[in-house]
């Protein structure tokens, strides 16, 4: 009974994966998670899976093949269409969507199975220290759920031989306390793989509430998938207009100024955060940055340049610059970084015109598997 339970929750993992999977799209573009629960748990909703069930009725009521009826009548206990016109409260049951929770790992897997993302080759691995127990011996000392059956049963068979009892006719083995072997560990640690996701946004007034929900939306997935990647990961947040500083997540995607844009001040914070925290021989290094793509000079766009190819760029794996589209914004910033970077592929830009545009977004982010 428990391995038949074991395999149809098994089938119904495996359905409900294949739906989350086809509907990947609509849920990344809408934003349709109600909420993480805990650490590592994301809840989605899915559409009904409706398992047909057999309802038993009064033996003194008619029902399906008793009495009189007509064709096209509903059968007996079918939801009827009311009078209502959906403006007044009624007293029939709203259909729900099916809240399904899956862990992060589940999600980034099925994220990199419909994108078809490549694992990314990591570096560093000296600055996160993971432990783990590994058994390695064998004592006479221990818990029962330790045990160690073979060596117990091995040591009661050399003392009954030692001792004459053993008849290999009738071979009964009896341990006793002094025959009873338990599993022993050693814990050991081991270096692995970290990374520190930077991530950078204009907060100046052409960045409204629609530009900064695509980010949040955007930045979870990519969370979601570098997390996946790195046992070890930081996540570090700037914001800058004029000026840049570093704030929490809250801030990050509430903050809302107004006045000039020095994109180059955001730069320059990152790199300071990079070289006094982060170095690149032991840390997989991401800094996303975005922007509408206005800035206040040429002049400023030639210093984020210079940033970018002397400190900001062989420090990472890669640079990610994603331009979301405003109706204050020029555009212009991509352009110019395609002008300038054209065919380095450590510096990826990508045009986010609007929420239908994330999914190629994160492909052109992540696709690359550095």
């Known amino acids: 009974m428990s391995l038949r339970i074991d395999q149809d929750h098994s089938r119904f993992r495996n359905i409900v994966r294949g739906r989350i999977r086809q509907n990947l799209r609509k849920y990344i573009s809408n934003g349709e998670l109600l909420g993480r629960q805990g650490k590592d748990i994301v809840s989605i909703p899915i559409p009904h899976i409706d398992i047909p069930k057999l309802r038993f009725g009064d033996k003194q009521q008619g029902g399906v093949a008793q009495g009189d009826g007509d064709p096209g009548d509903p059968l007996s206990g079918s939801p009827q269409e009311g009078d209502g016109d959906g403006k007044q409260a009624g007293d029939q049951a709203g259909d729900h969507p099916l809240e399904v929770e899956l862990t992060l790992d589940e999600l980034a897997d099925i994220l990199g199975e419909e994108l078809a993302l490549p694992n990314i080759e990591n570096k560093g691995k000296n600055a996160i220290v993971d432990k783990k127990d590994r058994y390695i011996g064998v004592r006479n000392v221990g818990p029962n759920s330790l045990r160690h059956f073979k060596r117990t049963f091995r040591s009661a068979l050399r003392r009954q031989i030692a001792l004459g009892t053993y008849d290999p ?202």
């Open 169 to 370: 006719k009738h071979p009964v083995i009896i341990p006793t306390r002094e025959d009873m072997r338990y599993k022993s560990w050693k814990t050991e640690e081991e270096p692995v793989a970290n990374a520190v996701i930077i991530y950078m946004m204009d907060v100046s007034g052409s960045m409204g509430d629609e530009q900064k929900e695509i980010v949040r939306i955007e930045s979870f997935w990519i969370d979601t998938w570098l997390r996946k990647q790195y046992k070890g990961i930081e996540t570090r947040f700037i914001i800058h207009d004029a000026a840049a500083r570093e704030v929490d997540r809250d801030t990050f995607f509430r903050t809302r100024e107004s006045g000039g844009t020095m994109i180059s001040s955001a730069y320059r914070l990152a790199a300071d955060i990079v070289e006094r925290d982060y170095p690149s021989s032991e840390w997989n290094i991401y800094p996303f940055h975005f922007s509408d793509g206005d800035n206040w000079s040429v002049d400023d766009t030639l210093l984020c340049v210079d940033i970018l190819k002397k400190l900001l760029l062989p420090a990472s794996n890669v640079f990610c610059y994603g331009q979301v589209d405003s109706p204050y914004g020029s555009g212009q910033f991509i352009k110019d970084l395609k002008e300038h970077f054209s065919g380095d592929e450590q510096l990826i830009t990508s045009e986010i015109n609007d929420r239908d545009a994330i999914v190629e977004s994160i492909r052109e982010f992540l696709g690359k598997g550095k």
